[in-house]
């Protein structure tokens, strides 16, 4: 009985803590594959049957200071410093509703659904410039030891911009693209060994209205069209 009053007194500190206006679309880095010996996050995690919501799972974690929180089969939540593994599949198997918010949709049995907390739209206010057409976001990391995040690079001291690495990585028929530096460009046929970051803040050369990665992390987009 006591831990059923704790837990929804926990919820409710977390719903009153959530601000109301929260926009969580632009936030989804994908949807990963979960298992007991390898999950896509699992530093931490709170598990509120009655009322998990992606609101619920963005507070917990952000008031840990975890840089990324994951929804799992309708009503479980974990927070993480990074992701454990890259394979992401396919948007379809993430769609469990939410137990406390039926209309939200809460990763699905065995794959988690990855936000990024830097890009939850709160009251409006987007804290990452707008992606591009054709793109998806999949986050700020670094490389591993002296290893390329990407396979090519090209310098662009004064001309950079996204768009320019779009393109250029598009023509090159490469999947993905990123940006490093405020000045380079990178693109991929896939992600190689990496950790999360949270620099990815310098403006582009081209373009200081833009963010192009920071000192040493790449800013990571997946090619849509």
């Known amino acids: 009985m006591k831990l059923v009053v704790k837990s929804l007194l926990l919820?409710?500190?977390?719903?009153?803590?959530?601000?109301?206006?929260?926009?969580?679309?632009?936030?989804?880095?994908?949807?990963?594959?979960?298992?007991?010996?390898?999950?896509?996050?699992?530093?931490?995690?709170?598990?509120?049957?009655?009322?998990?919501?992606?609101?619920?799972?963005?507070?917990?974690?952000?008031?840990?200071?975890?840089?990324?929180?994951g929804l799992r089969n309708g009503r479980i939540c974990h927070c993480g410093q990074a992701l454990l593994h890259n394979a992401r599949e396919d948007a379809k198997y993430c769609q469990t509703p939410c137990v406390g918010q039926p209309s939200d949709s809460c990763g699905g049995p065995n794959y988690t659904m990855v936000y990024d907390i830097?890009?939850?739209?709160?009251?409006?206010?987007?804290?990452?410039?707008?992606?591009?057409?054709?793109?998806?976001?999949?986050?700020?990391?670094?490389?591993?030891?002296?290893?390329?995040?990407?396979?090519?690079?090209?310098?662009?001291?004064?001309?950079?911009?996204?768009?320019?690495?779009?393109?250029?990585?598009?023509?090159k028929r490469f999947v993905y693209f990123g940006l490093l530096d405020g000045n380079i460009c990178q693109c991929g046929q896939q992600i190689k060994k990496y950790q999360w970051a949270k620099n990815c803040n310098l403006p582009c050369s081209?373009?200081?209205?833009?963010?192009?990665?920071?000192v040493r992390s790449t800013e990571v987009y997946e090619i849509t069209k």
């Open 11 to 69: 919820v409710g500190f977390l719903l009153a803590s959530v601000q109301a206006s929260a926009d969580f679309s632009q936030a989804k880095t994908g949807c990963y594959k979960h298992s007991m010996s390898l999950p896509a996050l699992g530093v931490a995690r709170v598990r509120v049957v009655e009322l998990m919501s992606p609101a619920i799972c963005y507070r917990f974690c952000k008031l840990r200071f975890f840089p990324l929180f």
């Open 118 to 171: 830097s890009r939850v739209i709160v009251n409006g206010v987007m804290p990452w410039p707008p992606p591009l057409p054709n793109t998806k976001f999949l986050g700020c990391y670094k490389a591993l030891k002296r290893e390329q995040l990407l396979d090519t690079f090209d310098y662009k001291p004064y001309d950079l911009t996204k768009k320019y690495c779009l393109d250029s990585c598009f023509s």
């Open 206 to 214: 081209g373009k200081k209205s833009e963010t192009c990665g920071g």
